[in-house]
C-alpha cells in the first residue's frame, strides 16, 4: 500500500510503515492515483489529486478541517487519536492558570531586563491558587482530566456540560467528580475558567468578549485595591 503522508510524524509506528512518502499536501501538483492511505494532522484532504485514496489516519483527536460526510460518500475509511492528548491538555490548561494567578510570565520578564529590585515583590503581588474556585465548561475526557488535577490545588469545581451525569471511568475521576456541582452557569461564580469544547456554531455563543472583558476590567480593579490596600499594611 502507497502511504503518503502530510509531516514526519513521532513515533516508533511511523518508522513501521512500508512504503511511505513525506510531502505537504500543498506541494501536490498533480494527480497521485497511486496514493492509497493519507496520513494527516486535520488538513483538508485534496481528494481530486487523491483519486485512489482509501484511507486518511488522522494524526489528532480533532477532525474539524476533514470532511466526513464526502469521504464517507466515496467509502474512504477516517481514523483519528482520541484521548492521546487528555493528560498532555490537562497539564497545560493547570500550568497556564498557575502563570496567570501567580504572574510567573511578568515576574520572568522582569528577571531576564534586569529590572528584578531586592525589595519586597518587586512590586508584583500575585494570587494564591489554592482553595479558589475553578469552572470547567465541557466535562469531557479533558476536563475530567483537568478537575482531577484541581483536587492537588484544593479547588472547589464547578462545571457545566450539555449532558447530566459525569463519565468517570478511573476511581480517582469518580472521586474527583463527588466534589463537582452543577451550577447555572460556572462562570458566575468561579474566579478561572477554562473551556473544554469543541469549535462550533453552539459553543461559540458561550463566551462573549464583552463578557470576558467586564471581567479582566473587574479583575484588575479588584487586584489595585488588593495591592493598595496590602500598602497600607
Known sequence: MKVLATHRYPGPAFDELGDVEVQALAELKSPRP????LVVANEPVPLDLLPG???????SVGYDRIDLEELTRRDIA????PGVLSAATADLTLGL????????????ALVRAGEWRSE???GIVAEELTGSTLGIVGLGRIGQAVARRAQGFELRVLYAQRTRGVTAHASSTRRAARSLT??????SSSRDACARVSTSSRTSRTF????????????RRTSAAQRARRAKR
Request: net charge positive.
Open 78 to 81: 477516517v481514523t483519528n487519536t
Open 34 to 37: 497511486e496514493v492509497e492511505a
Open 182 to 187: 452543577r451550577p447555572r452557569s460556572s462562570r
Open 53 to 59: 485514496l482509501r484511507l486518511v489516519a488522522n494524526f
Open 208 to 219: 462573549r468578549p464583552s463578557c470576558c472583558r467586564s471581567r479582566t476590567s473587574s479583575s
Open 120 to 122: 519586597w515583590a518587586n
Open 97 to 108: 492558570i498557575l502563570a496567570t494567578r501567580r504572574r510567573v510570565a511578568e515576574g520572568d
